[in-house]
């Protein structure tokens, strides 16, 4: 797995919940990316008070106090640009909260951040004779990559779920690319939205490439609907959650497996 690292070159915010940072430099010369528009890397935040600094010997820093030991988080690659080595993330934040959120929204020019990977698995098929796309903030980012890699032509359903209106961001767009914004804020019900959104779609004929990520609940009574009511291939179909409502990331991460495969009995 390949270490690395980026000095940030720009700054952006995109929404109340988007903070857009892009990386530059020789540290990312070694950055190899994955044939995947989903594509992510593990970003090694390093804690208040630690005795070392970007970039860093990560096996030896993993010998510090648990409390000076980098905290690994996963972000997808927004962008990649091999000829400038330019590399763009979106960090979704919300608030002061978390060793992440605090780092993105404070992240300066000159600023060093170190990752490994990258890791992905999903690119439209182009086969397919149309797509869907669903998530929440924390998939604005692979929704974004992805529709930047469909062709002209095709066919494109993205239903995105955020607070309000002030929290949707520019996304790639043509002539048959169909992007539909929900708001949490005039939900009757904010942790169904995502699937009611769903469940409400005219769908249209042929096979359908489908891409669904987000909160763990609501990905997986999406992926229940889809499957049950709607006939998608779960073996095909990229369906997986990013995060867990009221579950730190290190508590995720701890029950994440035996979630996927209870989700994956499901149907």
Not at 55 to 74: K, T
Not at 191 to 196: F, I, S, V
Not at 204 to 211: L, M, R
């Amino acid at each position: 797995m390949t270490t690395f690292f980026g000095t940030v070159c720009h700054t952006e915010t995109l929404s109340p919940s988007m903070q857009r940072i892009v990386f530059d430099g020789d540290g990312l010369a070694d950055f190899t990316p994955a044939d995947a528009t989903d594509q992510y890397v593990n970003v090694l935040f390093v804690p208040d008070g630690a005795p070392y600094s970007v970039p860093f010997d990560a096996d030896a820093a993993r010998e510090h106090e648990p409390e000076l030991r980098p905290r690994g988080r996963r972000y997808t690659v927004r962008s990649w640009d091999a000829g400038r080595l330019r590399l763009t993330i979106d960090f979704v934040v919300h608030g002061d909260v978390g060793l992440a959120c605090r780092w993105a929204q404070r992240a300066t020019i000159g600023d060093r951040l170190q990752m490994v990977g990258p890791n992905g698995r999903y690119l439209p098929d182009v086969d397919a004779d149309w797509h869907l796309m669903v998530g929440d903030e924390s998939a604005l980012p692979a929704i974004g990559a992805s529709l930047e890699a469909l062709q002209p032509d095709a066919l494109c359903v993205v239903v995105a779920v955020v607070d309000t209106p002030h929290h949707t961001i520019d996304l790639p767009s043509s002539p048959t690319t169909d992007i539909r914004w929900h708001y949490r804020c005039t939900a009757l019900d904010p942790e169904t939205t995502l699937l009611d959104a769903v469940a409400s779609l005219d769908w249209p004929a042929g096979d359908v490439d489908v891409f669904v990520k987000g909160e763990a609940a609501e990905v997986r009574a999406v992926r229940r609907f889809l499957i049950a009511e709607r006939g998608v291939d779960k073996n095909t179909a990229s369906i997986s959650p990013y995060w867990r409502r009221d579950c730190t990331d290190e508590a995720w991460r701890e029950i994440k497996q035996q979630w996927l495969a209870e989700q994956d009995a499901d149907a």
